[in-house]
């Protein structure tokens, strides 16, 4: 695992599945049209495990996320919910998980790819006795 391996800007340059996953995640419908195909800037910022995670959206709205890999966060969704998370690191990915998804984020070929993949949620409720 490289010191720097991801500190950089990287630009929006294309997503698979956007709609359908944004919809599974609950993002409201202002959000996904201002999210489709729009020139996000990710920046990163790196200094061994600690990391400043910068989304910058057109119109001059950002996200930032700060943490450390292996302790927890206090962070951010792109929808703006606030929760807790213990950011990992695994092979050579950085892995997180968000309220209502499992993210990754991995240098490839010199690029940034983020995969966002639904968690599945079972809920049960207890059974009454007779």
Same mark, same amino acid.
């Given at each position: 695992?490289?010191?720097?391996?991801?500190?950089?800007?990287?630009?929006?340059?294309?997503?698979? /599945?956007?709609?359908?996953?944004?919809?599974?995640?609950?993002?409201?419908?202002?959000?996904?049209?201002?999210? &489709? /195909?729009?020139?996000?800037?990710?920046? $990163? $910022?790196?200094?061994?495990?600690?990391? =400043?995670?910068?989304?910058?959206?057109?119109?001059? &709205?950002? =996200?930032?996320?700060?943490?450390?890999?292996?302790?927890?966060?206090?962070?951010?969704?792109?929808?703006?919910?606030?929760?807790?998370? =213990? $950011?990992?690191?695994?092979?050579?990915?950085?892995?997180?998980?968000?309220? /209502?998804?499992?993210?990754?984020?991995?240098?490839?070929?010199?690029?940034? $790819?983020?995969?966002?993949?639904?968690?599945? &949620?079972?809920?049960?409720?207890?059974?009454?006795?007779?």
């Amino acid at each position: 695992q490289g010191n720097m391996a991801f500190a950089g800007k990287y630009e929006f340059e294309g997503d698979e /599945n956007y709609d359908d996953f944004v919809n599974k995640i609950g993002l409201p419908s202002d959000k996904i049209e201002m999210g &489709r /195909n729009c020139k996000i800037v990710t920046e $990163v $910022v790196q200094n061994g495990n600690d990391f =400043t995670w910068t989304q910058h959206f057109p119109g001059g &709205r950002t =996200t930032t996320n700060t943490f450390t890999i292996g302790k927890e966060a206090d962070m951010e969704t792109m929808g703006g919910k606030k929760f807790k998370a =213990t $950011v990992k690191m695994e092979d050579g990915k950085i892995v997180a998980d968000f309220p /209502n998804y499992h993210h990754t984020a991995e240098i490839c070929g010199g690029k940034l $790819v983020e995969v966002s993949s639904q968690i599945s &949620r079972l809920v049960y409720k207890k059974k009454k006795e007779k």
